[in-house]
């Protein structure tokens, strides 16, 4: 089992524009260059990237997806935080 993920996500606090940025995502557009224009989380000026983090860092709904989700697939979840696009990089 994983110890370990990396994932790039973009965070905003709206649904619909969370399902409007999967759309984007969807017909190719690239997940660094929608982070750094729409995510609200400090980590979009880096395209959204937050390296490797362990299993149990992330909150729950964060962590469920980022060690059980299909990897490289945008997934739509949200958290306390608001709505998240995440996408699993790999696992370790």
Known sequence: ???TAAA???LVKHKEQAEDLLKQLEKGAKFQTLAKKHSTCPTGKKG???GEFAK???VHQFDK???NGEIL???LIKTKFGWHIIK???RT
Do not use: E, Q, S
């Open 48 to 50: 959204g990237n937050l």
């Open 65 to 67: 997806v980022a060690f």
């Open 1 to 3: 089992m994983a110890r």
């Open 8 to 10: 790039l996500h973009i």
């Open 73 to 75: 697939t945008p997934h």
């Open 56 to 58: 149990g860092t992330m």
């Open 88 to 90: 699993v990089l790999y």
